[in-house]
């Protein structure tokens, strides 16, 4: 196995570099490229580009010993105006993606306009459940302020990631289904039924971070302004 430091570096030069002067020299439209390890997203305004770009990185690849992973490698239209594109052609709503965790949805404001909606991926809540509630019954008899805390810690560090705009419902979900958990959990290790859902949103009150957005809008976070020398 290469180390994640050996395979940044590698792809560096065999992707990164070959990419920027692909950029200046072939693309006909704007383009945009996003890597981190070995999964990348790049954009074009035009679909020639996007074709030609695939083609070429596929070659690219085939000279280093590298492949497409076979079931993440897709050319979709995706962006401001696929969704009014794909209409007038007669066709369904854009195909959505996923990245570093989350799924990409072409979306809509309140106010009709274009709105980049993110996510957390369906697959990644569910692993993470599964991990949790095997956790919890190895901490089933610990005192109930104890799994609090370590239940906080793990809430906390959920919304960390993934608290960005568009992303609410999911939070919230992410920490009902955690507090259920928790409750099927205390019933289990009790011969009384007494955890009923209002005895258990009080705790979760006590102990579990409520869901907000700590995150910007990509356009706060990452805007620039030009200053004079």
């Known amino acids: 196995m290469i180390s994640p430091l050996l395979a940044n570096i590698y792809l560096h030069y065999v992707f990164d570099l070959w990419a920027q002067r692909w950029r200046q020299r072939e693309a006909t439209g704007d383009m945009i490229i ?10 074009f305004e035009r679909e020639g580009d996007a074709r030609r770009f695939l083609d070429a990185m596929r070659a690219r690849l085939e000279e280093f010993a590298l492949s497409f992973h076979p079931d993440k490698t897709r050319l979709i239209e995706f962006g401001r105006f696929a969704a009014v594109d794909r209409k007038g052609r007669g066709l369904s709503k854009p195909e959505t993606f996923t990245f570093l965790g989350f799924t990409f949805i072409c979306g809509t404001s309140r106010q009709g306009r274009f709105l ?3 996510k957390t991926r369906r697959d990644r809540v569910r692993a993470k459940l599964k991990d949790i509630k095997k ?20 809430v906390t560090g959920h919304f960390a990631y993934y608290a960005v705009p568009t992303n609410s419902r999911a939070l919230s979900a992410f920490r009902h289904h955690v507090t259920d958990l928790w409750r099927r959990t205390l019933r289990r290790r009790s011969q009384r039924d007494g955890f009923t859902w209002d005895r258990m949103t009080k705790l979760a009150g006590a102990w ?5 957005i700590l995150h910007p809008w990509p356009d706060e976070r990452f805007a620039v302004e030009n200053h004079p020398r």
């Open 34 to 43: 996003v890597r981190y390890a070995d999964d990348a997203i790049v954009g």
């Open 116 to 118: 980049l909606k993110r």
């Open 135 to 154: 956790e919890l019954r190895q901490r089933m008899h610990w005192p109930i302020p104890e799994q609090g805390k370590w239940l906080r810690q793990i």
């Open 208 to 212: 579990l971070p409520n869901p907000h």
